[in-house]
């Protein structure tokens, strides 16, 4: 039997009008991936930041090796040999490695042993990284290296980890999972946050469960399925996507040569991108994060102009147009990034509806804000997509971040767009919520849409797809058909291989 690292009781912690955790207890072993799972909302968050230090809890206790331990401050908890990787990178893209992981350290060495220190840890856990590169030029995969390492080298007993492999390629998530479990063979603790279900069977020890704020149920994940422990999460079955056979129509949408530099120091710029999207057809393009895809979204939706012709929309040359044009004449678009740009954090759901959905859904009358009309339709995006919030005057920034997604894509989809193209549709939301916004897509091109689903969650791409394509260095790859790919061919074509290289390597 192993030794108890850390030991939850009865925590609980409330914010006006919700619970986020009632009366939470659980214990994570020495050596141990313990799995932390629950839908939106579920209050995983809250719980560790509880025990990062950087919230306090009303009520309840705990002990870390057999010692009192209530952080006031991540200094402290890092202090006892708790450290956490957070889901959204805290990095300075100008910054170089070596500077970032010092910025994150309480007592970092001098330049030369912190690079040397760097080298070590990072080669000896499989995951070299030079400190001198600036992280701007770094792939995702690197970027979270950078934030592992500046973990490890304050030799943590307890590893927090939340979504550590929402930005990672499969080749990626091996190279972790084997970093993981060298920690584990040596003692370390690991509490893992994922709605990745089967990476939760592969992985982890333990799970434990929560739904709404409280401990439901605990099982061990390679003896339970992913459809159970989905289930157990919600509290109830549901419905899987189903893909029918739909006829496609006429051409909707077409990318002609299209070039763009990135606005972005560090961005990728787009080069000679085309593509030709049908009525009816839903297109899945993946990649690696940071090849292009915010510029392609970007240069679709507006935010990024090119030569007016193109871009063709229904016939018309948009390609000078903007966002406001191009939405009113049905083309919307959903970013990657929630809170800053697909929704301003301290504005109220009301009024971000508003920012997006006044022209189609006729919110302005004579110039003014009809807030009635604003106030029914924002109603109308929390009932149709299950957003759990107090009310439609709750600030965006308030709401978990699979909330806040299903807010964002719920506002666009029901204005019944011509063409919809959404980044990352499903990043960071549970199962069963997953489960829903991909049906709603595939609904939304059953009924003569075009969509363009951009996402690094190549399952998800392969469910709801009817022809792939990869974007690699702002490139794109030739477009198949969803039915005849294999998971190495998506790899090769992720990896930038030309049609040739395939066929050669066939």
Not at 55 to 76: E, I, L, R
Not at 364 to 385: E, P, R, S, V
């Amino acid at each position: 039997m192993k030794d108890i690292l850390l030991d939850i009781n009865g925590l609980t912690k409330a914010y006006p009008g919700v619970v986020a955790n009632n009366n939470v207890s659980f214990q994570i072993l020495c050596g141990e991936v313990h799995a932390l799972l629950g839908e939106n909302g579920a209050g995983k968050s809250t719980l560790v930041k509880m025990i990062y230090g950087l919230v306090k809890p009303d009520s309840g206790s705990m002990t870390f090796q057999d010692q009192q331990f209530m952080p006031a401050s991540p200094n402290a908890a890092r202090g006892t040999g708790v450290a956490m990787v957070f889901q959204h990178f805290s990095l300075f893209d100008a910054l170089s490695v070596a500077e970032n992981i010092a910025l994150g350290m309480d007592d970092a060495p001098k330049s030369r042993d912190l690079a040397k220190n760097i080298r070590q840890v990072s080669n000896a856990y499989g995951l070299p990284l030079e400190p001198n590169r600036i992280v701007g030029t770094l792939s995702a995969g690197e970027r979270q290296r950078v934030e592992i390492i500046r973990c490890l080298l304050q030799n943590p007993k307890l590893l927090i980890m939340d979504e550590p492999t929402s930005v990672l390629t499969p080749q990626e998530v091996e190279v972790l999972f084997k970093t993981l479990r060298q920690l584990k063979s040596e003692g370390t603790s690991i509490l893992y946050i994922s709605h990745k279900l089967e990476e939760i069977r592969a992985l982890c020890d333990t799970a434990t469960i929560l739904r709404h704020g409280e401990k439901v149920d605990t099982c061990i994940p390679a003896t339970t399925t992913a459809r159970e422990m989905a289930e157990m999460m919600v509290g109830a079955s549901f419905a899987n996507p189903i893909k029918a056979n739909r006829e496609m129509g006429d051409t909707i949408l077409s990318l002609k040569n299209v070039s763009a530099s990135s606005a972005e120091a560090f961005g990728t710029s787009l080069q000679g991108i085309s593509l030709d999207l049908k009525e009816g057809e839903i297109l899945g393009i993946g990649g690696v994060a940071g090849n292009g895809q915010d510029e392609l979204l970007a240069t679709l939706s507006g935010e990024m102009t090119v030569a007016s012709d193109m871009i063709i929309l229904d016939g018309q040359a948009i390609g000078k147009q903007g966002p406001t044009a191009r939405r009113k004449i049905g083309l919307l678009s959903a970013p990657e990034e929630r809170l800053g740009h697909a929704a301003a954090p301290a504005m109220s759901l009301r009024e971000n509806t508003v920012i997006t959905a006044a022209e189609r859904k006729s919110l302005l009358n004579n110039g003014f804000i009809d807030w009635t009309a604003a106030d029914q339709y924002t109603q109308d995006i929390i009932a149709d997509f299950d957003v759990r919030t107090l009310g439609t005057h709750t600030p965006a920034g308030s709401l978990s971040g699979g909330n806040l997604q299903k807010f964002v894509v719920g506002r666009e989809v029901l204005q019944n767009p011509k063409v919809f193209v959404v980044n990352q549709p499903t990043w960071g939301v549970d199962a069963a919520a997953a489960a829903s916004i991909r049906q709603k897509l595939l609904d939304l091109a059953d009924n003569g849409a075009g969509v363009i689903v951009i996402s690094q969650d190549l399952d998800e791409l392969l469910e709801i797809s009817n022809r792939f394509c990869a974007i690699n260095e702002g490139r794109l790859s030739k477009i198949v058909p969803t039915a005849t790919l294999e998971m190495d061919q998506i790899g090769l074509m992720m990896g930038g291989a030309t049609a040739e290289q395939e066929g050669a390597d066939a």
